[in-house]
T-cell receptor, first 115, second 114 residues
Framework: EAGVAQSPRYKIIEKRQSVAFWCNPISGHATLYWYQQILGQGPKLLIQFQNNGVVDDSQLPKDRFSAERLKGVDSTLKIQPAKLEDSAVYLC?????????????FGPGTRLTVL | GQQVMQIPQYQHVQEGEDFTTYCNSSTTLSNIQWYKQRPGGHPVFLIQLVKSGEVKKQKRLTFQFGEAKKNSSLHITATQTTDVGTYFCAPPNAGGTSYGKLTFGQGTILTVHP
């Protein structure tokens, strides 16, 4: 079974630029998560999709961050414009079922550096 | 809101020594998960505990869920260099519509000296 795929693995941009990350979850998984992990901290949930609908985006800075999950499969997370404090690893995870506490399978992450 | 505290934040051990990390919650938990993240890697699921007082073992790893379901621990017997990494507890988010959302603790960073 293929794992969660993410691209790019690394990205360096200057502040005020835009950036987009892509995630392909494990096939058939209903729930998809985007996390932000700042160095030395635990992952912080940014947004959670069940199929193609958003069920939690309470910690997503909506003035600059946006995300979508097309056709309930792949997802993209965009930052526009980026700030220095956005430097972090962005992790995508998926879980098989919707609406329950389930094992989360993480992708390798995208390491973003904002200069 | 729900507060999750993990202690210690750092632990340095000699290979062969034991290691324990503790996770304490301000609220009663329905269940709790544990994840391991190797340096430069991504979190990997280890286990989920559901029952009060539950104890589960995976080789040298022993996981416990407190009787009151407000704390949990992970104990590693005779650490090896492969145990290096950050261990996170992750209880479900408190609230009526958690939709399976987890709240990750700040983690315990384990260093094993050969």
């Amino acid at each position: 079974e293929a794992g969660v795929a993410q691209s790019p693995r690394y990205k360096i941009i200057e502040k005020r630029q835009s950036v987009a990350f892509w995630c392909n979850p494990i096939s058939g998984h209903a729930t998809l998560y985007w996390y932000q992990q700042i160095l030395g901290q635990g992952p912080k949930l940014l947004i959670q999709f069940q199929n193609n609908g958003v069920v939690d985006d309470s910690q997503l800075p909506k003035d600059r961050f946006s995300a979508e999950r097309l056709k309930g499969v792949d997802s993209t997370l965009k930052i526009q414009p980026a700030k220095l404090e956005d430097s972090a690893v962005y992790l995508c995870a998926s879980s098989p079922r919707a609406g329950v506490v389930d094992t989360q399978y993480f992708g390798p992450g995208t390491r973003l550096t904002v200069l | 809101g729900q507060q999750v505290m993990q202690i210690p934040q750092y632990q340095h051990v000699q290979e062969g020594e034991d290691f324990t990390t503790y996770c304490n919650s301000s609220t009663t938990l329905s269940n709790i998960q544990w994840y391991k993240q190797r340096p430069g890697g991504h979190p990997v699921f280890l286990i989920q505990l559901v029952k009060s007082g539950e104890v589960k073992k995976q080789k040298r790893l022993t996981f416990q869920f407190g009787e009151a379901k407000k704390n949990s621990s992970l104990h590693i017997t005779a650490t090896q260099t492969t145990d290096v990494g950050t261990y996170f507890c992750a209880p479900p988010n408190a609230g009526g519509t958690s939709y399976g959302k987890l709240t990750f603790g700040q983690g315990t960073i384990l260093t094993v000296h050969p």
